[in-house]
């Protein structure tokens, strides 16, 4: 491979692959930094991080492919998304690192930054008013005490990697921290609930169904505007604002 690719690119981040290896350049290092941390104590596989310097995180490519992508088709058995299911649960259930991710924000500090997105995006034009208040009520049931796991924080399905029915690593710890654990499982269903029966089939136990949900329509209303503002589109077929209308 003799060229640069260019996987994700923002005004805060970017990655890009060179044959083999990745390059995460961050403006922000403390998130490379909570990556690295996160990475040595997750009890899941993760890709070799094969050096560190300021600004950047080099790690080796994962064998397998992901279950798909939000906004197009996924792949997998069951016995797959039960694997990654099972994954996802023995994260949770390991020793918390020291410090708050990305899914243990406050309630009121969620409380607030959803009341500014749901303001932003009816007056703004972005989405109608009853989607968003419909979505706005649903999120209400995320909004509650939880018991902190050991969570990704931004567990999309294009981030956890399978080879058949084995994950062979996950990826992109930058948000990783103690938080919710159902927000890591509504992230990674987003877009695809209908194999979450299969996802919690390894997960293997009990969980809130309406919190998941809950979760779902909490972070497609925070994303909207960011993703707009950082050259994503949420209005792509199966993103985040076809997630806000199923639940009208």
Not at 121 to 134: E, F, I, K, S
Not at 186 to 191: D, I
């Amino acid at each position: 491979m003799n060229e640069v690719k260019v996987v994700v690119a923002h005004s805060e981040r970017a990655t890009l692959r060179v044959g083999d290896v990745f390059l995460k350049v961050d403006a922000d290092q403390a998130r490379i930094d909570v990556e690295f941390e996160a990475m040595s104590l997750a009890p899941v596989p993760t890709a070799e991080v094969l050096w560190r310097k300021p600004s950047v995180l080099a790690t080796a490519a994962l064998p397998g492919t992901t279950l798909g992508r939000l906004g197009g088709p996924v792949t997998g058995s069951p016995a797959a998304w039960a694997a990654a299911g099972a994954a996802i649960r023995k994260l949770h259930d390991a020793p918390l690192p020291p410090w708050p991710g990305r899914a243990g924000r406050s309630i009121d500090a969620l409380t607030t930054e959803l009341d500014d997105a749901c303001e932003s995006l009816v007056t703004n034009g972005l989405l109608p008013a009853d989607l968003v208040t419909r979505n706005r009520r649903i999120a209400e049931a995320a909004l509650r005490p939880w018991t902190p796991a050991f969570t990704h924080g931004d567990l999309q399905i294009a981030h956890v990697f399978l080879d058949g029915d084995e994950v062979t690593g996950i990826i992109d710890w930058s948000e990783a921290g103690q938080g919710d654990a159902l927000y890591d499982l509504a992230t990674f269903s987003l877009g695809h609930e209908e194999h979450l029966d299969d996802l919690l089939a390894g997960y293997g136990t009990d969980v809130d169904l309406d919190v998941i949900h809950a979760w779902s329509s909490l972070r497609s209303l925070l994303a909207v505007r960011p993703l707009i503002e950082q050259g994503f589109d949420p209005f792509a077929p199966g993103c985040e604002v076809d997630v806000l209308r199923s639940r009208m």
